[in-house]
């Protein structure tokens, strides 16, 4: 944030009140940017509130339930919510972090560390292949969508359409990764 240095001076040099009027010109500055940061960590946590509501939830029905198809598929349901619910946790804890000026444990960290070492070159290396290897699996999976979507009511061309999305994201988060280490 570009700071306008020692404003109370400037405007009234010899005001006995200008340092009181700089600090209200700082305090007026740096007020919206905590806010923000604060009203974006409630809403995260909020999420992680619901996540885990939802979690709970998914988890009991699937415990009630005797049939084990229904099971399974809520069993999917259940890993991703925890993974939601675990990725919410994270950015809250990050930015309580950045409010308090503290890390804690369940913060990110590693950022600063995405430079050019050589394990990281390797990294760079083996994420283009990754990727290539996702969208690969991305046009097999839609073969078999088709030549499977007649078999036990569509349960596995549903499926694969949920897998195909999952690589679309693991595409996603090795691209952003593959990014990030071209630009250290
Ligand atoms: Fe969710
Ligand atoms: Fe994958």
């Given at each position: 944030m570009a700071q306008v240095p020692n404003p109370g001076a400037i405007l009234f040099p010899d005001d006995p009140?200008?340092?009181i009027f700089e600090r209200?010109?700082?305090?007026?500055q740096q007020?919206?940017?905590?806010c923000e940061i604060e009203k974006l960590m409630k809403q995260f946590d909020a999420h992680e509130d619901q996540e885990g509501e939802f979690l709970r939830q998914y988890q009991e029905i699937k415990e009630k339930s005797k049939n084990p198809l229904i099971k399974f598929l809520l069993q999917l349901i259940i890993t991703d919510e925890?993974?939601?619910?675990?990725t919410m946790h994270a950015i809250a804890a990050t930015l309580d972090g950045d409010l308090t000026w503290t890390r804690p444990k369940d913060a990110f960290r590693?950022?600063?560390e995405l430079h050019k070492d050589k394990e990281n070159e390797e990294l760079l290396e083996l994420t283009v292949a990754f990727i290539q290897h996702e969208k690969e699996g991305i046009k097999?999976?839609?073969r078999l969508i088709k030549s499977s979507k007649n078999y036990y009511r569509g349960l596995f061309a549903m499926l694969l359409q949920t897998i195909i999305r999952d690589s679309e994201k693991h595409v996603?988060?090795?691209?952003?990764?593959r990014q990030k280490l071209k630009q250290a």
């Open positions: 009140e200008a340092m209200q010109m700082l305090r007026e007020a919206p940017e905590i925890e993974k939601h619910r675990a590693g950022f600063g097999d999976y839609k996603e988060i090795l691209e952003f990764l």
